[in-house]
């Protein structure tokens, strides 16, 4: 494991300092002033104070500049890298030394406003991190010989003997040594349905103890475990996706260079054919201006920001423009099972017994379960409406309950603790359909068994279908047993299952996939937020989900019907669709301009207008995504 280090810790803290309000925000505030600026200078040159109007373009070009250009020479002289930033500046450069300040004023400012809405987007991306570190307790309680000591999480060292009460959490990594107990693990694996743990089992820090004492020797640092593994892969996968260069900037790349080194030999070969010159250096800078990407930087923003607002209205949030670029290319989905494909919500879904009625059962059951704060016992309380009341009720760790009910005694616990007797086939059945069955007995006598499982959300085996109609596969991982994951899997019509796995575990998944084909991840727990980050697109569902996972995906759906699947995945292929229409025409556009400005055929005043004709098509082609089709 990596140990989460201090400057890690205290980068996750400064971050808090860009959570402030949009007003407040210089990368926002700097292009809108710009646009200010610009906007004046015109009015001002319309009445005819045409020197106001030249400093007021000034002072819109230098606001609108100093969001990119710093930037993007930055990346030139430190990483070698070139971008559409770069291209935008030596475009702005040239139209200055040709003396067009507003044309290189409304370039700067339009290129800022797209790249600020961009940033701002991506402002909140470690908020999931800090809300990954508060499920690790700050104190732990630690037993040295006949005595326990607090101490503080971070001091705990491998060896250390934790004593964990119920409603405690685990505070690191480590094995059980002594007592019996359910775990609450949803925060760690996603699983609704708790884990029964004994002497010699493993346990991950972050989860919850539901009923007995504990005492867990520590495997890991209170720095180093599993969690502080969970936030440091998010990080790294976060980084390496915002490394990925968006659609614009990959068109730049080979651009750049090549308009750069096209106007050296037209202003070399022309003045050596010609002894002209000026006139040779002046068409050079036309031809600079004229291989500006104008149309191509405002129109992927305008159909990004259209297409990602028409998807916020059926439920659907995009976080970046380069989120929505990849969206539309997806080809396989990962898909998480407890919370995503499931409900999270375990209920009783069957209930066999030897010769008495189901509803005796299961009543009698809930009579003990009411006294319960096992996961479970909600879910077989929730099953019947009246419960009775059972006296004398004497609760087990990790194994179950017993008490009396009309005189007769009792007793609800796990098959490994209670004889399933002639019900032992049928709840081996009910297992291998992934339920977790309890036993009832009644004096002693075992009269039937309940099963509980989280029950697949109803609309999942239509969308699946949808999905793999369109060419989409499908990939279930899951924390939960291979058996459970199995029988929902086949349910859902879902082929490749993979189970058993921990946070770290989907992220590798995810990744393998990745490398094949465009792969988005789709989940709302923190047990996700890895590997939703590792995905070339991340799909948080549910607003209510756990913050870690809806900060570390790209996507976030506000509700939980998974039919929004298909829906947003046609929207996202149409809006890049469009996309697409838009690059090929900004190409053509600067194919078209380029061998004209260098026969003199169009001066710097024709190729600016064209410019602006071009802007003007494309930011209409672009506004069509804010039409929604139905999927």
Not at 51 to 62: C, D, E, N, P, Q
Not at 460 to 465: D, K, N, Q, Y
Request: with cysteine.
């Amino acid at each position: 494991m990596s140990t989460m280090t201090g400057s890690q810790v205290a980068q996750l803290d400064d971050d808090d300092d860009d959570d402030r309000p949009w007003w407040r925000s210089p990368s926002v505030l700097i292009p809108i002033g710009s646009g200010v600026a610009f906007a004046a200078g015109l009015v001002c040159e319309w009445t005819g104070a045409d020197l106001a109007a030249l400093v007021l373009f000034w002072i819109g070009l230098l606001l609108g500049a100093s969001t990119f250009v710093p930037g993007a020479l930055r990346k030139l002289f430190t990483r070698g890298k070139l971008g559409i930033g770069l291209l935008m500046t030596i475009s702005a450069v040239g139209a200055v030394i040709l003396g067009y300040v507003e044309e290189a004023a409304a370039l700067a400012f339009l290129y800022s406003i797209a790249e600020a809405l961009e940033d701002k987007a991506m402002d909140r991306a470690r908020a999931g991190l800090r809300a990954l570190l508060k499920l690790v307790p700050e104190t732990a309680l630690v037993k040295r010989g006949d005595a326990t000591a607090e101490v503080e999480a971070k001091e705990l060292r491998v060896g250390d003997l934790l004593v964990i009460r119920p409603g405690e959490r685990i505070a690191t990594d480590g094995i059980v040594r002594v007592g019996r107990s359910s775990l609450d693990t949803s925060a760690i694996t996603g699983e609704s349905i708790p884990v029964e743990v004994e002497p010699g089992d493993a346990v991950s820090a972050g989860s919850i103890n539901t009923s007995g004492v504990l005492e867990v020797e520590a495997t890991a640092d209170g720095t180093d475990n599993s969690l502080t593994t969970i936030v440091e892969l998010v990080e790294q996968a976060q980084a390496e996706k915002g490394d990925r260069a968006r659609l614009a900037d990959r068109i730049a790349r080979p651009l750049v260079p090549g308009v750069m080194i096209l106007a050296v030999l037209v202003a070399l070969l022309g003045s050596l054919l010609t002894g002209d010159v000026e006139l040779w250096i002046t068409r050079a800078l036309v031809v600079l201006v004229a291989a500006s990407p104008c149309a191509l930087a405002i129109a992927v923003p305008v159909t990004v920001v259209s297409a990602i607002g028409a998807a916020s209205k059926f439920g659907v949030v995009v976080k970046s423009g380069a989120a929505f670029e990849r969206f539309g290319g997806i080809r396989h989905l990962a898909v998480d099972k407890t919370g995503t494909l499931t409900r999270n919500e375990p209920t009783v879904s069957r209930v066999v017994t030897t010769d008495v009625a189901e509803d005796e059962v299961l009543a009698w059951a809930a009579s003990l379960e009411a006294h319960s704060t096992h996961p479970l016992a909600a879910a077989i309380t929730n099953a019947v409406r009246q419960p009775p009341t059972a006296q004398e009720v004497t609760e087990t760790a990790g194994h179950g309950i017993t008490g009396t009910l009309g005189g007769a005694r009792l007793a609800v616990g796990s098959p490994r603790w209670l004889d399933a007797g002639t019900l032992a086939g049928e709840v081996e059945a009910m297992e291998s359909e992934g339920m977790t069955v309890v036993i009832v007995h009644r004096e002693g006598v075992p009269v039937g068994a309940v099963g509980v499982r989280d029950e697949l959300r109803p609309e999942v085996p239509e969308v699946i279908a949808t999905l793999l109609k369109r060419g989409v596969g499908v990939t279930m991982l899951t924390g939960d047993n291979a058996r459970t994951a199995a029988a929902l899997a086949a349910q859902a019509g879902i082929t490749d299952v993979r189970a058993e796995l921990r946070p770290e575990d989907k992220a590798t998944a995810v990744a393998a996939l990745s490398k094949s084909q465009p792969t988005a991840m789709i989940g709302d727990g923190i047990n996700d937020a890895p590997a939703l980050a590792a995905a070339d697109l991340g799909i948080a569902m549910g607003a209510k989900g756990a913050d870690a996972a809806i900060e570390s995906a790209d996507v976030a759906f506000t509700g939980h019907d998974l039919r929004l699947i298909p829906q947003a995945l046609a929207h996202a292929r149409r809006g890049r669709s469009i996309i697409n229409q838009n690059v090929v025409l900004s190409i053509l556009i600067i194919a078209a301009l380029l061998p004209l400005a260098i026969l003199g055929v169009l001066g710097l005043a024709a190729v600016v207008l064209v410019h602006e004709i071009a802007e003007v098509v494309v930011i209409l082609n672009g506004l069509r995504a804010a039409r929604r089709r139905k999927a």
